[in-house]
T-cell receptor
Framework: NAGVTQTPKFRVLKTGQSMTLLCAQDMNHEYMYWYRQDPGMGLRLIHYSVGEGTTAKGEVPDGYNVSRLKKQNFLLGLESAAPSQTSVYFC??????????????FGPGTRLTVT | EDQVTQSPEALRLQEGESSSLNCSYTVSGLRGLFWYRQDPGKGPEFLFTLYSAGEEKEKERLKATLTKKESFLHITAPKPEDSATYLC????????????FGKGTSLLVTP
């Protein structure tokens, strides 16, 4: 099993450009999440999904959109990148069972720089 | 407001020198406390879940304990491969799906 994979691993964007980050999991997990991790700020939830076709906002959703068209994939989009979106982005997934949903499996991350 | 505070921010140990990391939390209605390990350039890796005060979990040289206000991650006779950032997290007091993560303790174990 590959677990949770993310593409790309690194990306540099110019302000105003758009991009999509792809997350895939092969563990048949119901729940999927997108976090960003910044120095001194810790991990913060951007958006999450509790099932195919459903998404919801997390703590810091502004400037991002997501889609979950297939159970195994969760896409994070930046429509018009800003320097404040320079960060490391992590995707995670988990079971939907009560208590187990917080045992999250993380991908390796995408390091994004916006200039 | 739900809060998770970890201390110290950084810790340097010699190989074999045991110590503890602290995670203090404030949340109404604890629904579990979670410890993760993060290696440089990688995503966090789940370690333990603790649900009630007095509970303990062990994995190799790590033992996690929980009280009503804080959790400790005890590292016994650490090795250099234990070097990593250790994160603790709690679910919010409401029924939300997010985990509130602490900022982590960066542990360096030198030979």
């Amino acid at each position: 099993n590959a677990g949770v994979t993310q593409t790309p691993k690194f990306r540099v964007l110019k302000t105003g450009q758009s991009m999509t980050l792809l997350c895939a999991q092969d563990m048949n997990h119901e729940y999927m999440y997108w976090y960003r991790q910044d120095p001194g700020m810790g991990l913060r939830l951007i958006h999450y999904s509790v099932g195919e076709g459903t998404t919801a906002k997390g703590e810091v959703p502004d400037g991002y959109n997501v889609s979950r068209l297939k159970k195994q994939n969760f896409l994070l989009g930046l429509e018009s990148a800003a320097p404040s979106q320079t960060s490391v982005y992590f995707c995670a997934s988990s079971y939907s069972l009560t208590g187990r949903s917080y045992e999250q499996y993380f991908g390796p991350g995408t390091r994004l720089t916006v200039t | 407001e739900d809060q998770v505070t970890q201390s110290p921010e950084a810790l340097r140990l010699q190989e074999g020198e045991s110590s503890s990391l602290n995670c203090s939390y404030t949340v109404s209605g604890l629904r579990g406390l979670f410890w993760y390990r993060q290696d440089p350039g990688k995503g966090p890796e789940f370690l333990f879940t603790l649900y009630s005060a007095g509970e303990e979990k062990e994995k190799e040289r790590l033992k996690a304990t929980l009280t009503k206000k804080e959790s400790f991650l005890h590292i016994t006779a650490p090795k250099p491969e234990d070097s990593a950032t250790y994160l603790c997290a709690v679910p919010p007091g409401d029924s939300g799906y997010a985990l509130n993560f602490g900022k982590g303790t960066s542990l360096l174990v030198t030979p």
